[in-house]
């Protein structure tokens, strides 16, 4: 890590110090990802030392787009490397084609917003319904970096966004930029959200705050407009040594790749939309990447890339030429700066009208939202003599954004502040109900849906070798381990309406995921199971139907390559089934036994120490909370000392539920059964209270599929809300008369499995259950009243009380009072995360004794 380099990066660096949240506006290629990066990993190296816990103990680097996530990723893994960071500050992913990080667990982690936004309104992508209550604790307390601002959906993301920032005010550090905002947004932005602009406001344009960064001022491109097509004779009137063309849909930047392999047979042309996989789009951008950073040499030969708006923002490549498409003038403005990016280097841009099969001129994508407007404005400004034909540098743009979209910032920034308010009240309904429905309206209204290629989408029976079959699971479990394609649902709807027009005597080849049932709902997450229904569409109007958020098409229908992508017509050779993921570098393990004492003391290791093993290294989770906590409480005006006291009470007395007679009599029959078998447990059915058995349920593992089968016990039952019911007079004493806290604790408990348990079964401790108990109470610090407190447990109920369902009713979040909910989110995270960890805790522990 190294001192700023320019006067506006040190600007953010010093506003991040004295606790301002920043909206940020610099050129393209000015250096905006260090500046708001560097006082951030500043907090780290505090942390370490006299100011520990007193900065974000996280980094989320967001972005819009999947392709800028990984282009990120890219670029920091290089300073990681480079400039030798602590080894927990490896930058991690998390996006739908490389979730790496899915509980967002790293220091430094790059996603997408719609990633970070699920998650924060409980409904995460990619992972089972069980955890949606895991991950936005994650987001309490971090530093929000939101990249490329522009690019949000205005309506849903960008309010959702700022919703959040202000909900999180004062709890959570943000820095919000782009290099294309009009004057009006950006001061109504950072209005709306108490943010320090850093910037150049229209008055000082002449004395740039950016004067500094030379490259920028020496970059030269001459901008024209071209009243025509952008098609094959247009590219070789004008490409260069090194060309860049983006279209507006991938339709027609297909049909260019496709002429221009035939009009200029010895050029390289390469295609990039966003329909690849993900290991395609990789090898491509290397290519790129190869062919357009070095400017010391040259390519071999001419080369073109034909691209959508995927390439707009993120890749850090230079051209000579580009010709694109009249997008937005912030997009155009994103688009150019793929054009003499380097210091005294000489481009030209060329913009042309889009034209569609009519020949008429057709904006889409742009068409939703009153963007259809700002690209007219946008092609009249280009055409005027003040544009055309001109070098525009940032001064320039900031004159063409005011022009093209300073009328539609207007009217989106009118009365701001209550639709800002509006929207935190749907994020406090959200947070409360958890409706799968809220996250088209509060993310991305987009119908743009994951599509699966498969041959077997439904797991059916399928014949095999002789006459004997076999059960496929297709994609009825975990269908995120696959990769999918993102498309729109018009998309869709055409390939099954030109299947069923043209083959009506057979099966349409799409399926649709109908719904989602979790197994052994109150289990142990490594034996809780979510299942996915997928049911084969019976015509086309289904696709548009609420039914369906996820489809599958057999690889016969669609057709896919490694140079063109998807295509919705089939080719003679049948698609590229979607690929397995890449498994994160973190793979969880099966359980092992464990005693009840032995498990809380890994819960408590896992909090207080640092856990490594040759794959990964995981900080204390009390690294990650006291600084949200502290935050939190001082919002409100509570006392931090007694909430982290609080938590540790949690994790000591989460599992008190699996002191239930029936549940250890499950545990110690399956212990002898598992002996008898499949050989030496690791821990003998000796009586002694369990906490985990050593089925480990490894869903991989056939053998213990069938032992599990073959095993005839009367039902464990759950425990998890019996735990909270049980303890319940213990936190009403431990809680110092502050309710907040018991019910805070109580609820993370119930929720430590799945989170909508809220009923209890019955129940009745085992004999000899108080020794446990103590001694789980003093290994987390509560020596001195560990006998008086266990002399409170519930020893004995039927069903959960009232002044349980008033914990649950207490604590459903409103938007002026979002505190009590920040702070079970913080609760139950730390807890379902400890638990996680508790096993490789007791191992390691183990291992040093």
């Given at each position: 890590?190294?001192?700023?380099?320019?006067?506006?990066?040190?600007?953010?660096?010093?506003?991040?110090?004295?606790?301002?949240?920043?909206?940020?506006?610099?050129?393209?290629?000015?250096?905006?990802?260090?500046?708001?990066?560097?006082?951030?990993?500043?907090?780290?190296?505090?942390?370490?030392?006299?100011?520990?816990?007193?900065?974000?103990?996280?980094?989320?680097?967001?972005?819009?787009?999947?392709?800028?996530?990984?282009?990120?990723?890219?670029?920091?893994?290089?300073?990681?490397?480079?400039?030798?960071?602590?080894?927990?500050?490896?930058?991690?992913?998390?996006?739908?084609?490389?979730?790496?990080?899915?509980?967002?667990?790293?220091?430094?982690?790059?996603?997408?917003?719609?990633?970070?936004?699920?998650?924060?309104?409980?409904?995460?992508?990619?992972?089972?319904?069980?955890?949606?209550?895991?991950?936005?604790?994650?987001?309490?307390?971090?530093?929000?970096?939101f990249d490329e601002f522009h690019l949000y959906p205005r309506g849903q993301m960008?309010?959702?966004?700022?919703?959040?920032?202000?909900?999180?005010?004062?709890?959570?550090?943000?820095?919000?930029?782009?290099?294309?905002?009009?004057?009006?947004?950006?001061?109504?932005?950072?209005?709306?959200?108490?943010?320090?602009?850093?910037?150049?406001?229209?008055?000082?344009?002449?004395?740039?705050?950016?004067?500094?960064?030379?490259?920028?001022?020496?970059?030269?491109?001459?901008?024209?407009?071209?009243?025509?097509?952008?098609?094959?004779?247009?590219?070789?009137?004008?490409?260069?040594?090194?060309?860049?063309?983006?279209?507006?849909?991938?339709?027609?930047?297909?049909?260019?790749?496709?002429?221009?392999?035939?009009?200029?047979?010895?050029?390289?042309?390469?295609?990039?939309?966003?329909?690849?996989?993900?290991?395609?789009?990789?090898?491509?951008?290397?290519?790129?990447?190869?062919?357009?950073?070095?400017?010391?040499?040259?390519?071999?030969?001419?080369?073109?890339?034909?691209?959508?708006?995927?390439?707009?923002?993120?890749?850090?490549?230079?051209?000579?030429?580009?010709?694109?498409?009249?997008?937005?003038?912030?997009?155009?403005?994103?688009?150019?700066?793929?054009?003499?990016?380097?210091?005294?280097?000489?481009?030209?841009?060329?913009?042309?009208?889009?034209?569609?099969?009519?020949?008429?001129?057709?904006?889409?994508?742009?068409?939703?939202?009153?963007?259809?407007?700002?690209?007219?404005?946008?092609?009249?400004?280009?055409?005027?003599?003040?544009?055309?034909?001109?070098v525009i540098r940032f001064a320039e743009e900031q004159r063409l954004v005011d022009?093209?979209?300073?009328?539609?910032?207007?009217?989106?920034?009118?009365?701001?502040?209550?639709?800002?308010?509006?929207?935190?009240?749907?994020?406090?309904?959200?947070?409360?109900?958890?409706?799968?429905?809220?996250?088209?309206?509060?993310?991305?209204?987009?119908?743009?849906?994951?599509?699966?290629?498969?041959?077997?989408?439904?797991?059916?029976?399928?014949?095999?070798?002789?006459?004997?079959?076999?059960?496929?699971?297709?994609?009825?479990?975990?269908?995120?381990?696959?990769?999918?394609?993102?498309?729109?649902?018009?998309?869709?709807?055409?390939?099954?309406?030109?299947?069923?027009?043209?083959?009506?005597?057979?099966?349409?080849?799409?399926?649709?995921?109908?719904?989602?049932?979790?197994?052994?709902?109150?289990?142990?997450?490594?034996?809780?199971?979510?299942?996915?229904?997928?049911?084969?569409?019976?015509?086309?109007?289904?696709?548009?139907?609420?039914?369906?958020?996820?489809?599958?098409?057999?690889?016969?229908?669609?057709?896919?390559?490694?140079?063109?992508?998807?295509?919705?017509?089939?080719?003679?050779?049948?698609?590229?089934?979607?690929?397995?993921?890449?498994?994160?570098?973190?793979?969880?393990?099966?359980?092992?036994?464990?005693?009840?004492?032995?498990h809380i003391g890994g819960l408590y290791r896992a909090y207080t120490a640092s856990?490594?093993?040759?794959?990964?290294?995981?900080?204390?989770?009390?690294?990650?909370?006291?600084?949200?906590?502290?935050?939190?409480?001082?919002?409100?005006?509570?006392?931090?000392?007694?909430?982290?006291?609080?938590?540790?009470?949690?994790?000591?007395?989460?599992?008190?539920?699996?002191?239930?007679?029936?549940?250890?009599?499950?545990?110690?029959?399956?212990?002898?059964?598992?002996?008898?078998?499949?050989?030496?447990?690791?821990?003998?059915?000796?009586?002694?209270?369990?906490?985990?058995?050593?089925?480990?349920?490894?869903?991989?593992?056939?053998?213990?599929?069938?032992?599990?089968?073959?095993?005839?016990?009367?039902?464990?039952?759950?425990?998890?809300?019996?735990?909270?019911?049980?303890?319940?007079?213990?936190?009403?004493?431990?809680?110092?008369?502050?309710?907040?806290?018991?019910?805070?604790?109580?609820?993370?408990?119930?929720?430590?499995?799945?989170?909508?348990?809220?009923?209890?079964?019955?129940?009745?401790?085992?004999?000899?259950?108080?020794?446990?108990?103590?001694?789980?109470?003093?290994?987390?610090?509560?020596?001195?009243?560990?006998?008086?407190?266990?002399?409170?447990?519930?020893?004995?109920?039927?069903?959960?009380?009232?002044?349980?369902?008033?914990?649950?009713?207490?604590?459903?979040?409103?938007?002026?009072?979002?505190?009590?909910?920040?702070?079970?989110?913080?609760?139950?995270?730390?807890?379902?995360?400890?638990?996680?960890?508790?096993?490789?805790?007791?191992?390691?522990?183990?291992?040093?004794?």
């Amino acid at each position: 890590m190294s001192t700023p380099a320019f006067v506006f990066q040190r600007r953010v660096h010093d506003s991040f110090r004295e606790g301002r949240d920043i909206v940020l506006q610099a050129p393209t290629g000015a250096g905006k990802t260090r500046a708001a990066l560097e006082p951030g990993l500043a907090g780290f190296n505090h942390d370490k030392g006299h100011g520990r816990h007193d900065y974000p103990p996280r980094i989320l680097y967001l972005q819009p787009m999947r392709t800028l996530a990984s282009s990120a990723l890219n670029n920091l893994q290089k300073s990681y490397t480079k400039q030798a960071w602590e080894h927990e500050w490896q930058p991690r992913i998390q996006t739908g084609d490389q979730p790496d990080d899915a509980f967002f667990e790293g220091k430094l982690i790059v996603a997408t917003v719609d990633q970070m936004l699920a998650s924060f309104l409980t409904l995460p992508y990619g992972v089972g319904r069980r955890f949606d209550n895991l991950n936005a604790g994650a987001m309490i307390g971090s530093y929000l970096i939101f990249d490329e601002f522009h690019l949000y959906p205005r309506g849903q993301m960008m309010l959702t966004a700022l919703a959040m920032i202000k909900m999180l005010k004062g709890i959570s550090r943000f820095t919000l930029m782009s290099a294309t905002f009009s004057a009006v947004f950006l001061q109504a932005i950072a209005d709306s959200v108490d943010a320090e602009f850093i910037g150049d406001p229209p008055e000082r344009i002449g004395a740039s705050l950016f004067a500094d960064v030379t490259h920028v001022q020496t970059q030269t491109r001459i901008w024209h407009a071209v009243d025509g097509a952008l098609d094959a004779d247009a590219v070789r009137q004008r490409r260069g040594r090194r060309t860049i063309c983006i279209c507006n849909t991938v339709s027609r930047a297909r049909a260019l790749f496709a002429a221009l392999q035939t009009a200029l047979p010895e050029v390289e042309c390469v295609l990039l939309h966003s329909q690849f996989y993900r290991g395609d789009r990789m090898r491509i951008q290397s290519r790129l990447l190869a062919a357009f950073t070095d400017d010391e040499r040259p390519p071999d030969r001419d080369i073109i890339i034909i691209a959508t708006q995927v390439i707009e923002v993120g890749l850090d490549i230079s051209a000579d030429v580009l010709l694109t498409e009249c997008a937005p003038a912030a997009s155009l403005i994103q688009r150019a700066g793929r054009c003499a990016r380097r210091a005294d280097q000489i481009g030209r841009v060329y913009v042309f009208q889009p034209y569609d099969e009519e020949g008429q001129v057709n904006y889409a994508p742009y068409i939703e939202d009153g963007l259809e407007d700002v690209c007219v404005r946008t092609w009249e400004a280009l055409t005027h003599s003040d544009f055309d034909g001109r070098v525009i540098r940032f001064a320039e743009e900031q004159r063409l954004v005011d022009a093209a979209h300073g009328d539609h910032d207007a009217k989106f920034v009118e009365g701001l502040p209550q639709k800002i308010d509006d929207r935190m009240a749907e994020i406090a309904r959200c947070l409360a109900v958890r409706n799968d429905g809220d996250l088209r309206a509060l993310i991305r209204d987009i119908p743009n849906v994951p599509l699966f290629i498969h041959p077997n989408p439904p797991g059916n029976t399928i014949q095999s070798d002789g006459d004997s079959q076999r059960k496929e699971s297709g994609l009825t479990e975990q269908p995120f381990q696959f990769e999918s394609l993102s498309l729109s649902r018009g998309a869709i709807y055409h390939v099954v309406k030109d299947f069923a027009e043209g083959q009506l005597d057979l099966d349409i080849p799409v399926f649709g995921c109908t719904g989602i049932g979790i197994a052994d709902q109150d289990g142990d997450d490594a034996m809780t199971v979510t299942r996915y229904a997928w049911r084969r569409l019976r015509e086309a109007s289904e696709v548009y139907g609420s039914a369906y958020a996820w489809f599958a098409v057999e690889p016969t229908a669609v057709s896919y390559d490694e140079d063109n992508g998807f295509g919705t017509v089939p080719s003679s050779n049948p698609a590229k089934s979607s690929p397995l993921i890449e498994k994160s570098r973190r793979e969880r393990i099966a359980y092992t036994a464990d005693s009840y004492v032995e498990h809380i003391g890994g819960l408590y290791r896992a909090y207080t120490a640092s856990i490594s093993s040759k794959s990964y290294q995981q900080p204390p989770l009390r690294d990650e909370f006291l600084y949200p906590l502290r935050r939190v409480c001082a919002s409100i005006g509570e006392d931090a000392f007694l909430g982290e006291r609080m938590l540790r009470l949690t994790l000591a007395l989460h599992d008190v539920g699996k002191l239930n007679r029936p549940w250890q009599s499950w545990a110690q029959a399956w212990q002898a059964y598992y002996a008898a078998h499949l050989g030496n447990p690791t821990r003998p059915a000796d009586g002694t209270p369990l906490a985990h058995t050593d089925t480990g349920y490894d869903r991989q593992d056939d053998s213990l599929k069938r032992l599990e089968k073959a095993f005839k016990h009367a039902p464990r039952g759950p425990h998890a809300v019996e735990s909270a019911e049980s303890c319940l007079p213990i936190f009403a004493i431990a809680c110092e008369k502050r309710s907040l806290w018991a019910f805070v604790a109580l609820v993370a408990i119930m929720h430590h499995h799945t989170p909508d348990a809220d009923e209890s079964g019955s129940f009745s401790v085992i004999p000899h259950a108080d020794r446990s108990v103590i001694e789980a109470l003093t290994l987390c610090g509560f020596e001195e009243d560990a006998e008086t407190w266990t002399g409170l447990l519930q020893r004995r109920f039927e069903i959960s009380s009232a002044r349980l369902h008033k914990a649950l009713t207490y604590l459903r979040t409103t938007d002026t009072d979002p505190a009590r909910m920040f702070l079970y989110l913080l609760f139950v995270r730390i807890l379902r995360l400890a638990d996680q960890r508790s096993g490789d805790a007791v191992r390691l522990s183990t291992l040093e004794g």
